[in-house]
């Protein structure tokens, strides 16, 4: 883990404007009528509405996205009482992770008020305006008066994380840990040190999911809770163990199955974890120096199964992975209140999670290829993207189960896609790519078997039913690396295209390629020469059907694989050239660019069978091409060659193809600001419409804006390249394509073989 120094955690905290979040507008508010719709007078309708109907107010407002997390300061994050106000970096980075992770919108309110009735006032009188409250970094044992009178008083979900939060995941760790250990919880001799809110709140999960009362020993800073010690509270007593032969932490752990720390850090010797069972589990909870390190551990008892707080080590038991999504599912049904049905319900998912086949972006976060159930890998990793619909879906389904939604989902997969569309997971554009892809799936070879992201790309996409993969490549080295990878390749085809075997296919192969080549200088022996190579194999493969559609480009220079391209596949005949377009995924909307890979240097006459095929295959996305030819200069305003041949180009389309809806040329300010554009040049063919198709003057400038965008907007999402105009679905990915881009370009070539089968 990087080492934080003050001035860096002051510097971030300061840099830009000050804080970590802000508000923003989700409602136009650029016009007068804007604002009128949005204040006076049109926003006492809503009003109006809402007082007939109050459950309405879920309806016109932020309510059912809104919670509040709300501190007195007395307990704060390893900090302790230093008080409301200076607490509130933290109840501010609280909102970060609600928001980033799901799509959850935050006020932080910090209240300025120690005792406890007058606190829950304070909370009760402002609780209208939000759809959750998340109680965070108040001491014990006030938070437990607090919470309970809150979850009584108020008909909104009430949370507080410290206590549940904890005690979800670690409940979700200690389930799978004893499942590796081979133990079961009903028997497992637990050892608790700590006794404060996330303690208790733990402990009492932890029986709720099978523990027994008998076998677990709490320790507070005065050592075991035993019946009969006095000056012990309410909720220490619950857990006061009747054993009168121990009263030391060192006592306690000896042959102990489980220790939960949830005190302070270094009270976990090496000598007390080797007085415990045989595959101990030791959950060093205390933050940020765990109650015995990860090494010390491990140096101990080998065989430990181990979780801490931290992400620099195995199985970090962290709340991230619980409060956005619980409050989530609680939010999106409307629910009253957060009940045990609903914790342990994001137990069970949480658990059932860690079980499932790790997606490539966590390994790539963790700079890890092998994270499979097992010791060092029990609980989901906080950036599992997968989390907010397995755990927020989960506690939907308990909260309507158990009786306390409002708003009871009905369409599952539906709720699923708009989780994932809510973070950016997906997109509705990319939902009806892979919805189509699987509807008709179809053989797919995959050039470069042997990289690691193609390999992950291929099984990710057989996973996801989009295609029947073929993998191009030495089949002993695919299968290394797929061990290696701890991929499973069955069902996934893998041809060896060096192979003596394939000895017969190259030969006709290389007779066909001859024979529809021969008047440009091919030999049947230089064919055959071609067929060792994996483009000249795989585009021959989908030439002669024996595949649909062909994906290439992680290792291909660009110019080789247009060069076979043009030889084995050729170009539709209605066009005299083809090319690439990338789509952007933003929140202003979809967006079409081309040509971003194949022609450098386009003549007019290339632009304008350029602007055809994009039009085509904007066409093929189900929607109308809105067109703008792109240049340095406006209508005219430069005479140089550069914007002349645009000029020319717009000319010819307008006369040729007087159906393709487009102008130019234009600066791109003018392409995307259609009230500008309509404004100074009133004369375009594109006034009152929105463009959503970009035609560039060359190479260069259409691939650097897709680049400049990736780069420098993570929100938005780059699908591409996708080819246009040749006679066969021949698909290009780009070096630093991600496994997710490729898996993108194959629902792409599916969907375009399968058309292509339809002509």
Known sequence: MAQITKEAALEYHTNGRPGKIEVKPTKPYRTQTDLSLAYSPGVAYPCL??????????????????????????????????????GKPVMEGKGLLFKIYGGVDVFDIEVDETDPVKFCETVERIAPSFGGINLEDIKAPECFYIEKRLKETLDIPVMHDDQHGTAIVSAAGLKNALEVAGKKIEEAKIVVNGAGAAAISCTKLYCAIGAKHENIVMLDSKG????????????????????????????????????????????LSKDMIRSMADSPIVFALANPVPEISYEDAIDARPDVIMSTGRSDYPNQINNVMVFPYIFRGALDVHAKAINEEMKLAAVNALAALAKKPVPDVVNDVYHVNNLTFGPTY?????????LITCVSEAVAKAAIKSGVA????????????QLRQLIGQETKLTQKLYDTARQHPQRIVFSEGIHPTMLKAAVQAKAEGICHPILLGNDEAINKLAHELELSLDGIE??????????????????ILTEKRQRDGFTYQ??????????????????????????????????????????????KPEHSHFGTMHIINSQKGTYYLADTLVNQHPTTDELVDIAKLTANAVHFFNEDPIMAMISHSNFG?????????????VEAIHKQYPGIIVDGEMQIGFALNKEQRDELYPFNKLKGMNVNTLIFPNRTSAHSSFKILQCLAPDIEVIGPIQMGLNKPIHFTDFGASVRDVVNVTAVAAIDAYVDKLK
């Open 49 to 86: 509405e809402i007082q007939q109907t109050p459950d309405d107010v879920y309806k016109y407002t932020d309510k059912g996205n809104l919670v509040a997390v709300i501190s007195n300061g007395t307990a704060v994050l390893g900090l302790g009482n230093i008080g409301a106000m200076s």
């Open 224 to 267: 075991v809770i035993y019946k009969g010690r006095e000056a012990v509270n309410e909720q220490k007593a619950e857990f006061a163990t009747s054993r009168t032969d121990i009263k030391t932490l060192a006592e306690a752990v000896k042959d102990a199955d489980v220790f939960v720390g949830l005190s302070k850090g270094n009270v």
């Open 494 to 511: 893998i041809v060896n295209l060096r192979h003596p075997d394939e000895a017969p296919r190259r030969e006709r192969y290389a007779r």
């Open 526 to 571: 230089e064919a055959n020469d071609k067929m060792f190579e994996r483009n000249y194999f795989g585009m021959m493969m989908v030439e002669t059907g024996d595949a649909d559609a062909f994906i290439t480009g992680l290792y291909t220079r660009y110019t080789n694989t247009i060069k076979v391209a043009n030889e084995v596949i050729g170009i």
């Open 406 to 417: 409002r708003d009871p989902i009905t369409d599952w997969n539906g709720y699923r896609k």
């Open 378 to 386: 029990f609980i989901p990793k906080p950036v599992d993207p997968r």
């Open 637 to 649: 305003s430069d005479t140089g060659e550069g914007s002349a041949k645009v000029r020319r180009a």
